[in-house]
């Protein structure tokens, strides 16, 4: 890469397509569940483009755009349309798609985001709205297949374009980015981030220009990555492949590919020469839309804290490097648990390891998130706390994490590690508290004096000594009848 | 006289007063489809059941005195284009053939509520695309005044089946003149409300920016009885206006005296026919005897309406009539080796020519390259054209011309020239461009020949169009004219 990288440029540009959780589709009152619902059973003749229908724009959608486009910091203009995309394709039953061209909602914002803790900015070109297409299924290999059945209810779930201006350098950069944009409609609540399932899809435009020249390169657009994983091997794999053309004085074409994941490569899958001409023209069925200040506004006040912000405080407010601060904003359930284990008690530094460490590991292994484990904030919290006070050790509390997160109730793993080895008698407390008083002269001192605070530090030490097992309130007792 | 030949106000009257039943109006009706069918063809479908069924619950309504309204118990014509739920709906097109729409229309659902009764679909140029009724993809409509005219287009079987007596009234839907063309060619009343009085929802579409659905009728108050029936905003048709709709028989009898009335010099074309630029200067006469003033005034790109319309409906056909693939419902030629030319055999198969040369001219206005020369150009003409209206509507009240340059011509007369075929509507044109409304009512024959006269008025102004046109009407006896077909007066 770095031989590359010091020959070439890289230069990466990003459309993603993000469905927007509504109720209702774009155009009409069908539901959006299309994943669920039996085949077609989640459509009307709006949705199926049968003659005379007519669209009538769903706010919700509109809205959510505009969310989106607030939190990309775009700007979102005061007149907007709605454009037809004219094609053919059996997934498509009007002919054209109902989209926006020359007016989208908004434009010229920025995303920032960053490479192992390094900041970066990639600008946000526009954030357009358009209606999502029915979805084909082929009986058997696609080549073969007698007939292709369509399923419809997807047809008019909206969808925003949000599409990034070339600013990406390497496929690290664009996995970043794409990571950064996921959480940030998953904090606005715009899009589950879903990627399997097609909820949130990328295509990216790759293209290679020699280092140090400022003119674009013939650029490649390349579909079908459905995961991060796909969207890093596939811009990996294309640079690698362009490299390749050019080093030996080949030619690259402007032209669309697809990636295979199973056989890692991306495949050619039309050339410019038979590019789509779209025919836009605005959409005669629709008004123009007037975007109202007013609205814009109130769409910007009820805008949650964006994981940048978050991240910028989770920094200065707990002392996390920005690359951990960067990890644990990354979900939105991942950064309120944090922030949750944090509130009840546990030290910052020790919860986001724990988190990003160990349990994103298990997490990880099992395709699962941190809002469905069983694991909850208070557990992990008990958990540090056990450690901080020394009542176990940082090897034992590994496999206890362990055992509690495969349990369906992580308690009683936590309670056997914690409970039953606590020192509660006052024989055994006695010779602590003597030890303490001891070796504690000063603080010793200082309670008398009247330092509330001293008797808390005497405690610590008694914990300490005792690695955690003692029962803090009695200690608390002994000590002060000692003392006095 | 016969129950088919009377007014919906009439009927309605005999029917209140139980003279007469919704069944036996019916029935007069369809026995007369029965009779005269076979020479207007004006039909593509006669749903006697539903008509029947519809009447029998329009005679329990009004027996009962639930809920009586203008249209209870009325037969009326639907041009094929609107979409009524479980009956065939083609657009006049082969390739939607077989095609049963789920749905209704919003005006069906509003004449439904009403209790109206549905005689059956009417023919019309395939997808609202012709003057003559010619580009029927299953047959030709003839004019009830003489059987070897057109009865112009492209709601022709609408204005035929009203001109014949095969329906009290229809609906029709107008483009570019496809309401008010044929009512002229007919000698009937035909009233294209503007774009966004009447929803468009159901409307199987031609050039959505354009297309308006308004009443076809015999005379003019039975026009604003029907528009009354289908105004109205819809949340279904983003498109349609919020303004509330005003009581149009109300005003109708308000008369012309002190109104201004202008004339647009640009509407009497080179080619119009003599006698109908006599009729007109003769309904302008009648108009100043009335009271009225009359002002000659200039619509300066009406030249220019035509060639405008010309790119932005076809731009917009060619959108609209992608969805027609064959794929989902109506025909499907099959044989086709991959999916790409199915879609090919299907549509070659499918359209007839004028909607294919239509699909082409407006794929090709749209294309990159061509779009700014194109669409873009022809949107700003029409935005002159706007202009143009609302600089004429500061100096008058309502504009008087032709419907049509000339009666209706022979079938076959025009086939081969498509250019000669689209100048029957230079006049009509402009009012859909302009975002105007216009009625057209009968206005003196010519060789036995209906002649029509356009009244324009300026936006939602579909009172001030009534009332004048009303105003005409009550002086003349045009309007009492019947075709041949229709019969005397027995």
């Known amino acids: ?60 959608a509109v809205e959510a755009t505009i969310r989106t486009a607030l939190a990309l910091n775009c700007e979102i203009p005061e007149f907007s349309k709605f454009d037809r995309k004219n094609y053919f394709y059996p997934d498509l039953p009007k002919g054209y798609q109902i989209s926006q061209y020359d007016l989208p909602l908004s434009r010229r914002g920025h995303l920032d985001f960053d490479v192992k803790g390094e900041p970066r900015r990639c600008g946000i070109t526009r954030v357009h709205l358009e209606e999502d297409t029915g979805k084909l299924l082929h009986e058997g290999a696609i080549h073969e297949s007698q007939a292709s059945l369509v399923n419809f209810n997807r047809s008019g779930v909206p969808l925003m374009e949000i599409v990034s201006e070339p600013d990406l350098r390497s496929a690290d950069e664009a996995r970043e980015y794409v990571m950064r944009l996921r959480a940030i409609l998953q904090f606005i609540g715009v899009n589950k981030g879903d990627m399997e399932s097609g909820q949130l899809r990328c295509d990216a435009n790759v293209s290679l220009r020699p280092a140090g020249s400022t003119e674009l390169g013939t650029k490649v657009e390349v579909k079908n990555m459905n995961s991060f994983r796909a969207i890093h091997r596939a811009i990996e794999y294309e640079i690698e492949r362009q490299t390749q053309v050019l080093d030996t004085g080949g030619r690259l074409t402007q032209e669309t590919r697809g990636w295979n994941d199973a056989r890692g490569l991306t495949v050619s899958q039309r050339s410019k020469e038979f590019a789509e001409d779209y025919r836009y023209f605005p959409e005669p069925d629709l008004p123009p839309l007037d975007v109202s200040r007013t609205w814009v506004e109130e769409i910007r006040a009820s805008l949650p804290e964006l994981p940048a912000a978050r991240r910028e405080r989770f920094v200065t407010a707990y002392g996390l490097t920005p690359y951990d601060a960067s990890l644990l904003t990354s979900t939105r359930p991942m950064a309120e648990f944090f922030e949750e284990t944090v509130r009840l008690g546990a030290p910052a530094k020790a919860s986001a390891n724990w988190i990003l460490g160990d349990f994103s590991r ?59 080895s606590q020192i509660s008698g006052d024989a055994e407390l006695a010779a ?53 | 006289m016969n129950l088919f030949q009377r007014t919906i106000r009439d009927l ?30 004006a039909y593509l479908l006669v749903t006697k059941g539903l008509a029947l069924r519809q009447a029998r619950a329009a005679d329990e309504r009004l027996r009962s005195k639930r809920d009586i309204r203008p249209l209870t118990g009325i037969p009326i014509a639907l041009k094929d284009v609107l979409c009524v739920k479980n009956v065939a709906s083609t657009a006049g097109s082969k390739i939607l053939k077989g095609f049963t729409p789920p749905y209704s229309a919003t005006v069906v659902d509003r004449l439904e509520a009403e209790g109206a009764v549905f005689l059956g679909k009417t023919n019309c140029d395939e997808f609202a695309m012709g003057s003559s009724n010619e580009n029927s993809g299953y047959w030709p409509v003839h004019n009830p005044w003489a059987l070897d005219r057109v009865p112009g287009g492209s709601s022709g079987g609408s204005a035929a089946a009203v001109a014949s007596g095969e329906a009290i009234a229809a609906l029709g839907s107008d483009t570019g003149g496809s309401i008010r063309q044929p009512a002229a060619l007919t000698g009937i009343v035909g009233f294209k409300p503007t774009y966004g009085r009447v929803s468009r929802y159901g409307l199987i579409a031609f050039a959505s920016s354009l297309d308006q659905i308004g009443p076809m009728t015999r005379d003019v ?56 630029e006599q009729s007109i200067r ?95 150009q022809a949107q700003k003409v029409r935005t002159l054209i706007i ?24 079938l076959g007369a025009k086939t081969q020239d498509p250019v000669a075929m689209y100048l029957n509507d230079i006049i009509t044109i402009p009012a859909n461009l302009g975002n105007v409304c216009g009625i057209s009512v009968p206005c003196g024959l010519a060789d036995g020949l209906p002649i029509g006269l356009q009244i324009i008025a300026p936006g939602f102004r579909e009172d001030l169009a009534l009332r004048v046109a009303f105003a005409f009407e009550t002086a003349t006896e045009f309007h009492n004219g019947r075709s041949p077909l229709m019969g005397a007066a027995a």
């Open chain 2, 221 to 276: 108050a039975d026009s604003a009885v029907l528009l009354q029936a289908i105004a109205g905003h819809d949340p279904c048709d983003s498109t349609s206006s919020p303004k509330p709709v005003p009581d149009y028989l109300a005003s109708l009898r308000e008369g012309v005296k002190g109104m201004r009335l202008g004339v647009p010099k640009e509407y009497f074309v080179a080619g119009m026919e003599p006698a109908v």
């Open chain 1, 432 to 484: 602590i508290v003597e030890q303490v008083i001891a070796e504690n002269a000063k603080s010793v001192a200082d309670f008398k004096a009247g330092k509330e605070q001293a008797l808390k530090f005497l405690i610590g030490q008694g914990m300490k000594l005792s690695k955690g097992r003692a029962n803090p309130q009695r200690l608390d007792t002994l000590l002060r009848e000692k003392i006095s």
């Open chain 2, 282 to 376: 003769d309904a302008i006469r009648l108009f100043e005897q009335q009271g009225a003033s009359i002002e000659e005034v200039s619509l300066p790109h009406s030249d220019v309406a035509l060639p405008a319309y010309y790119i932005i409906a076809p731009a917009e056909a060619s959108s609209n009539l992608a969805r027609y693939d064959g794929t989902r419902y109506g025909f499907q030629a099959g044989g086709g080796r991959n999916i790409i030319e199915e879609y090919m055999l299907t549509r070659q198969q499918g359209f007839g020519a004028e909607v294919k040369r239509r699909i082409m001219l407006g794929t090709y206005a749209l294309s990159s390259g061509y779009y700014d020369a194109y669409y873009l």
């Open chain 1, 362 to 420: 298990l997490l990880n292994a099992d395709h699962n998130e941190i809002q469905d484990s069983s694991i909850k904030p208070r557990h992990l919290s008990k958990l540090i706390s056990l450690i901080d006070s020394g009542a176990i050790s940082g090897k034992m509390a590994k496999q206890i994490f362990d055992t509690m997160y495969r349990a369906s109730d992580p308690g009683p793993a936590l309670e056997a590690a914690g409970g039953s």
């Open chain 1, 1 to 60: 890469m770095t031989a590359i990288a010091t020959k070439y440029e890289v230069v990466v540009g990003l459309e993603v397509h993000a469905q927007v959780l509504t109720q209702s589709k774009m155009f009409c009152g069908c539901s959006t569940d299309y994943l669920t619902a039996p085949p077609n059973a989640n459509t009307c003749p709006v949705c199926l483009g049968l003659p005379g229908s007519l669209p009538v724009i769903n706010r919700r």
């Open chain 2, 387 to 410: 202009d143009d209206f609302k600089r004429a509507f500061t100096k008058v009240d309502a504009l008087l011309g032709a419907t049509s340059p000339t009666v209706a011509f022979p």
């Open chain 2, 12 to 41: 309605h009257q005999m029917l209140i007063d139980r003279e007469i039943s919704s069944v036996e109006l019916t029935e007069s009706v369809l026995d007369h489809i029965v009779n005269v069918g076979d020479k207007t063809k």
